[in-house]
Every structure is written in structure tokens, then in C-alpha cells.
């Protein structure tokens, strides 16, 4: 009765908190801020842990001649607390945010080939990679996901009941060995909060809001790049905001004053939302290159965050050589024993931040973590939310050997693209049998790519009723033919037998103009492609 009375005076003290503080702003992107401040005047404790880490870090600058090219693995379990199904988020929408977390954090995302000259020379891979954890503290099997289904239907901002089991969420792992991720729905506009190191071992981590983690499913625009996260787990690693948090003045700066010497950010007075046009002058920075607001330590939308500097990397792993250094010791991301059957994405090899052109050929490893060989596979590939095309490979792979798979070409539109991949091989283990890849294509071209996708004409179809589809893919194999409008309708379906160079006729007959979509699924590939019908123009 003392714990849920204590409980209780916490959430209405920080309900009125939240009232008194600007809580109900339109936009609220991270809390860290107000979380650390709230903790550094109400808990006497947190106070002095902090400041003794603080301390610590500040006594570390040998470190930094301590060699950053070794590889830290960070184990990541996350903590999922849904009310409903919607907020139940798949195993491959998890898995897309340590994704966008290794992309990020080792300069590999496609965003960072906007970083403006000025700072090009500070991109930088800060050799911190992160994993779903394998094993638990038991040494047990788990796919580093937890599922608590709770009867809170949204978690005030800073609520104990989401570190804690009996209230509703979900405990802790030991921070020791694991980031423990909590995701769930926070009341308001607050898309997460981080715990900077020294504060209470049952609520380090990271909380995100279900509707900002990774890039599929739930995650809603702005904020469907993952990069909540990214900036969060900054503060977790003890990273300031990049204005310095210092009330719209030019007094404070993002690393402590003893820590100038690494301080590669401009000054900056205030935070940046959106997207900004650079360069971007305030009154810390008065000339060009201005501030950097494309910074993961900024307020800005997703797809305009880019980069951490080498001053900021030097910071994380400083932490990560300091006060967070038994996470490197832990052995959470190794996989305790075989499954039987376990086939693994272990990493894409193509395409990776840069694609040459918008015709290529992906390129997967794949590792066999089961203790029987694995002697085929199936593979889906495709743009984001738009697998297209199956793969059946064969061959031989070991128990513990991994095998470089290249795929048969597919073509891509030009600009910022999301590339999917998913096992779909009967597996033991399901929740490593997806991984995604972010990409930007910089030069079109107007041909068809080689051994794949459909053909469709004429493309506009105008004055007349009839389309032709051509597939160019070499496989033959029974297809079902479909045609879909615009809405996602399905119009039309026929099974037929399709050839390399059948030509397929579609009658449309009195259909509206308008976009329409045309398939091909099979057992061997998935093809579809648009056109544009106008019935009433003539030629």
C-alpha cells in the first residue's frame, strides 16, 4: 500500500508538473531535458550520481587518445507496453529502428550525402553498432523483445509505471549489460525522453513513443526515420542538445566548459524544428556556415538529420569507456546455442547510403546461426512497404558459416529509397529474418533493368482499351495476373502461365481514367508496375 500511494503522489506531482512547464506545446520532440531537471532538483541522489559522473568524464581526457576503431556492440532489449493491437509493433518494425541505429551511427545513412560542404570533413563512423539482445541474463535464448500487454492506456511523460511490472509496464534488464527501449504510448505530444548515466538503475534507458520508432508500421511522418531514437540514445550516452539547453542564449554550449577542446558544434540559441534552408544564421551564429541544425542533437524532422560530429563520437564513447563500460562486456548479443533451423539476414552488402544508378543488383548475407545446414532459401526484396520479388536460392551453408547471396536486379526510382528484405523459409527463430537498408539514387536512367520487372504499353494508354504487360524476367512460372486501381482495389485476377517475353493483353474496357497497378505473383518472382489510363484522349 506505501508503493501505490507513493505512485500515486508521483503521478499527480507530475501531472501538475507538466501543467506548469509548457507541456502542452505542439511540438515535443524529446524530454530529456526537463527529465534530468526535474530528477537534479527532487532527488538528492540522482543529483550527487550525476555529478560524480560528470566528474568522472571530466577526469577521462586520456581517453581520448584511447583508439576509436574498435567496434563497441551495444545489446538492445525493447520493451513494448501496448493497450491494443495497433501498439503491439511487429518484429520487423523493431528490427527496421537498429537498423536506422547502426545506419546513423556508423555514417551509413543516406541522409548524410546532404551534410552542406562546410562540414562534410566531420562525418564521421563512431564505430558503435547495436543488436537486438540474444541472450538474457540466464544465459537463455530471446529475441530481445518484450511484450507486456498493460491496462494503461497512455503513459503520462515520466510515469514510474512504465519501468515497473506491477504497475503496468514492464522491469528493467540490468543496464549493465543491456539499453533497455521502452516503447509505448506517451500521453501528449512527446515523441521520447532518455536517462543520462547515474540515474536509478530500474529506469535507465530509453522511452519512445510507438508512433516514432523506426520506419514502418506505426511510425508517422514527420518522425518516421527512426531518428528519435538515434538523438535519444545520444542523451543516454550523455550528449547534450545541441543549442546547449541554455534558455535561448549564447552562454551555454553542448559540452561542458572543460571539454572545449573537443567542441566541433557551433553556438546556437535555440532549437530548429522542421526543415531549415541552409545556411541558417541566429544570433550565436552570426555568419556563414550558421548553425548546425541538420545536427541528430536538434529538433529538426527526420529526413534533415544527418550527422554526429567527431567531438559528439568522442563524448559517446567516452561514456561508453566511463560510466557505461560493463556494457561493453556483456555478452548479450551472442546467441547462447543452435536453434535447429535459424537462417539470419546478417547484413546487407547492397545497397549501402549510395546507389550509382536506380538499376542494381542487392546483395545479402546471410549467416546460418542452426545447428542443421541450411541447403535453400526463399528471399522477398523490395522498395519500402512494397515487396516485389522472390528469390529461391540454393546451395550449401554450414552451421556458424555465412554466404554472400546476390539477388536478381531490380530497379528503384531516383532520390531517398528504403530497400526490404525477408526470409521467408519455414525458421525457428523468425525475428532476424528481416532487415532493411536506406539509400539515396543520384543518377537516372530511362531503360528498363535487366532480368526483371514488367513492361507495360502504351504507358499512357490513350484513345484506346487495351494495355500490354511484358515481363522481363528470364523465370517462367504460373502467375496470377492482377489489376488494381489506385485505392488498392483488386479489378481484375487471372491465373495464366507467363515466359520470358510473353506480351499479356489487359482489356479495360469501361474503366474511369485514372493510375492503375498490374502484377504478376508467382512462385518464382512478384512484378508489378503503374500506368495511366485515358480513355476519352485521342492520339
Same mark, same amino acid.
Given at each position: 500500500?506505501?508503493?501505490?500511494?507513493?505512485?500515486?503522489?508521483?503521478?499527480?506531482?507530475?501531472?501538475?508538473?507538466?501543467?506548469?512547464?509548457?507541456?502542452?506545446?505542439?511540438?515535443?520532440?524529446?524530454?530529456?531535458?526537463?527529465?534530468?531537471?526535474?530528477?537534479?532538483?527532487?532527488?538528492?541522489?540522482?543529483?550527487?550520481?550525476?555529478?560524480?559522473?560528470?566528474?568522472?568524464?571530466?577526469? *577521462?581526457?586520456?581517453?581520448?587518445?584511447?583508439?576509436?576503431?574498435?567496434?563497441?556492440?551495444?545489446?538492445?532489449?525493447?520493451?513494448?507496453?501496448?493497450?491494443?493491437?495497433?501498439?503491439?509493433?511487429?518484429?520487423?518494425?523493431?528490427?527496421?529502428?537498429?537498423?536506422?541505429?547502426?545506419?546513423?551511427?556508423?555514417?551509413?545513412?543516406?541522409?548524410?550525402?546532404?551534410?552542406?560542404?562546410?562540414?562534410?570533413?566531420?562525418?564521421?563512423?563512431?564505430?558503435?553498432?547495436?543488436?537486438?539482445?540474444?541472450?538474457?541474463?540466464?544465459? $537463455?535464448?530471446?529475441? =530481445?523483445?518484450?511484450?507486456?500487454?498493460?491496462?494503461?492506456?497512455?503513459?503520462?511523460?515520466?510515469?514510474?509505471?512504465?519501468?515497473?511490472?506491477?504497475?503496468?509496464?514492464?522491469?528493467?534488464?540490468?543496464?549493465?549489460?543491456?539499453?533497455?527501449?521502452?516503447?509505448? @504510448?506517451?500521453?501528449? $505530444?512527446?515523441?521520447?525522453?532518455?536517462?543520462?548515466?547515474?540515474?536509478?538503475?530500474?529506469?535507465?534507458?530509453?522511452?519512445?513513443?510507438?508512433?516514432?520508432? =523506426?520506419?514502418?508500421?506505426?511510425?508517422?511522418?514527420?518522425?518516421?526515420? =527512426?531518428?528519435?531514437?538515434?538523438?535519444?540514445?545520444?542523451?543516454?550516452?550523455?550528449?547534450?542538445?545541441?543549442?546547449?539547453?541554455?534558455?535561448?542564449?549564447?552562454?551555454?554550449?553542448?559540452?561542458?566548459?572543460?571539454?572545449?577542446?573537443?567542441?566541433?558544434?557551433? @553556438?546556437?540559441? *535555440?532549437?530548429?524544428?522542421?526543415?531549415?534552408?541552409?545556411?541558417?544564421?541566429?544570433?550565436? *551564429?552570426?555568419?556563414?556556415?550558421?548553425?548546425?541544425?541538420?545536427?541528430?542533437?536538434?529538433?529538426?524532422?527526420?529526413?534533415?538529420?544527418?550527422?554526429?560530429?567527431?567531438?559528439?563520437?568522442?563524448?559517446?564513447?567516452?561514456?561508453?569507456?566511463?560510466?557505461?563500460?560493463?556494457?561493453?562486456?556483456?555478452?548479450?548479443?551472442?546467441?547462447?546455442?543452435?536453434?535447429?533451423?535459424?537462417?539470419?539476414?546478417?547484413?546487407?552488402?547492397?545497397?549501402?547510403?549510395?546507389?550509382?544508378?536506380?538499376?542494381?543488383?542487392?546483395?545479402?548475407?546471410?549467416?546460418?546461426?542452426? *545447428?542443421?545446414?541450411?541447403?535453400?532459401?526463399?528471399?522477398?526484396? =523490395?522498395?519500402?512497404?512494397?515487396?516485389?520479388?522472390?528469390?529461391?536460392?540454393?546451395?550449401?551453408?554450414?552451421?556458424?558459416?555465412?554466404?554472400?547471396?546476390?539477388?536478381?536486379?531490380?530497379?528503384?526510382?531516383?532520390?531517398?529509397?528504403?530497400?526490404?528484405?525477408?526470409?521467408?523459409?519455414?525458421?525457428?527463430?523468425?525475428?532476424?529474418?528481416?532487415?532493411?537498408?536506406?539509400?539515396?539514387?543520384?543518377?537516372?536512367? @530511362?531503360?528498363?533493368?535487366?532480368?526483371?520487372?514488367?513492361? %507495360?504499353?502504351?504507358?499512357?494508354?490513350?484513345?484506346?482499351?487495351?494495355?500490354?504487360?511484358?515481363?522481363?524476367?528470364?523465370?517462367?512460372?504460373?502467375?496470377?495476373?492482377?489489376?488494381?486501381?489506385?485505392?488498392?482495389?483488386?479489378?481484375?485476377?487471372?491465373?495464366?502461365? %507467363?515466359?520470358?517475353?510473353?506480351?499479356?493483353?489487359?482489356?479495360?474496357?469501361?474503366?474511369?481514367?485514372?493510375?492503375?497497378?498490374?502484377?504478376?505473383?508467382?512462385?518464382?518472382?512478384?512484378?508489378?508496375?503503374?500506368?495511366?489510363?485515358?480513355?476519352?484522349?485521342?492520339?
Amino acid at each position: 500500500m506505501h508503493d501505490q500511494n507513493r505512485y500515486t503522489f508521483l503521478k499527480v506531482f507530475l501531472f501538475v508538473f507538466f501543467l506548469t512547464t509548457g507541456f502542452s506545446q505542439a511540438q515535443e520532440r524529446c524530454k530529456t531535458h526537463e527529465w534530468h531537471h526535474l530528477k537534479m532538483q527532487h532527488d538528492p541522489q540522482y543529483r550527487t550520481r550525476f555529478q560524480e559522473s560528470e566528474q568522472a568524464g571530466f577526469q *577521462s581526457q586520456h581517453l581520448r587518445s584511447t583508439s576509436v576503431d574498435t567496434t563497441i556492440i551495444i545489446p538492445v532489449v525493447v520493451h513494448i507496453l501496448y493497450n491494443n493491437n495497433v501498439q503491439n509493433l511487429s518484429d520487423e518494425q523493431v528490427q527496421s529502428q537498429i537498423d536506422i541505429l547502426n545506419e546513423d551511427f556508423a555514417a551509413l545513412n543516406a541522409s548524410v550525402l546532404d551534410v552542406p560542404g562546410a562540414w562534410t570533413g566531420l562525418v564521421k563512423d563512431s564505430k558503435i553498432r547495436f543488436k537486438l539482445a540474444q541472450q538474457d541474463l540466464q544465459g $537463455n535464448r530471446t529475441s =530481445g523483445i518484450t511484450r507486456t500487454s498493460t491496462s494503461v492506456s497512455e503513459f503520462i511523460l515520466f510515469d514510474p509505471a512504465i519501468f515497473s511490472t506491477t504497475l503496468g509496464g514492464q522491469d528493467a534488464w540490468p543496464r549493465t549489460s543491456y539499453l533497455n527501449l521502452w516503447v509505448c @504510448n506517451l500521453q501528449g $505530444n512527446a515523441l521520447g525522453f532518455a536517462a543520462y548515466p547515474g540515474s536509478n538503475a530500474a529506469q535507465d534507458g530509453v522511452v519512445i513513443n510507438y508512433r516514432a520508432l =523506426g520506419r514502418k508500421g506505426t511510425a508517422l511522418s514527420p518522425y518516421n526515420f =527512426g531518428r528519435t531514437s538515434t538523438h535519444e540514445i545520444g542523451h543516454w550516452l550523455v550528449l547534450n542538445h545541441i543549442w546547449g539547453d541554455d534558455n535561448d542564449n549564447c552562454l551555454g554550449k553542448d559540452f561542458p566548459l572543460n571539454q572545449q577542446n573537443i567542441d566541433d558544434t557551433p @553556438n546556437q540559441a *535555440s532549437p530548429n524544428f522542421r526543415c531549415p534552408r541552409f545556411p541558417k544564421l541566429d544570433e550565436c *551564429s552570426t555568419s556563414d556556415p550558421g548553425i548546425m541544425y541538420m545536427n541528430y542533437m536538434d529538433y529538426t524532422d527526420d529526413k534533415c538529420m544527418m550527422f554526429f560530429t567527431p567531438g559528439q563520437i568522442f563524448r559517446m564513447r567516452q561514456t561508453l569507456d566511463g560510466t557505461r563500460d560493463s556494457i561493453q562486456l556483456s555478452q548479450g548479443h551472442l546467441l547462447p546455442s543452435f536453434y535447429t533451423k535459424d537462417a539470419a539476414i546478417d547484413s546487407v552488402l547492397n545497397p549501402v547510403k549510395l546507389a550509382a544508378t536506380r538499376c542494381l543488383q542487392p546483395q545479402l548475407r546471410i549467416r546460418n546461426n542452426g *545447428s542443421d545446414t541450411l541447403t535453400s532459401l526463399r528471399i522477398h526484396y =523490395g522498395l519500402y512497404e512494397g515487396l516485389s520479388k522472390n528469390h529461391t536460392w540454393s546451395g550449401t551453408i554450414l552451421p556458424g558459416a555465412t554466404e554472400l547471396i546476390s539477388l536478381p536486379e531490380i530497379g528503384t526510382a531516383m532520390g531517398n529509397q528504403v530497400m526490404e528484405f525477408r526470409l521467408l523459409s519455414t525458421d525457428d527463430n523468425p525475428v532476424n529474418n528481416y532487415m532493411s537498408a536506406g539509400f539515396k539514387v543520384n543518377v537516372a536512367t @530511362n531503360s528498363n533493368c535487366s532480368g526483371s520487372g514488367l513492361t %507495360v504499353y502504351p504507358n499512357p494508354v490513350s484513345g484506346q482499351s487495351v494495355v500490354y504487360v511484358r515481363s522481363n524476367q528470364v523465370q517462367s512460372q504460373q502467375s496470377l495476373v492482377r489489376l488494381y486501381n489506385a485505392l488498392g482495389q483488386l479489378l481484375f485476377e487471372e491465373s495464366l502461365p %507467363v515466359n520470358a517475353g510473353d506480351i499479356i493483353p489487359l482489356e479495360l474496357g469501361a474503366l474511369q481514367a485514372g493510375v492503375y497497378f498490374v502484377s504478376l505473383d508467382g512462385d518464382a518472382f512478384i512484378e508489378s508496375t503503374r500506368f495511366i489510363y485515358l480513355p476519352y484522349e485521342k492520339n
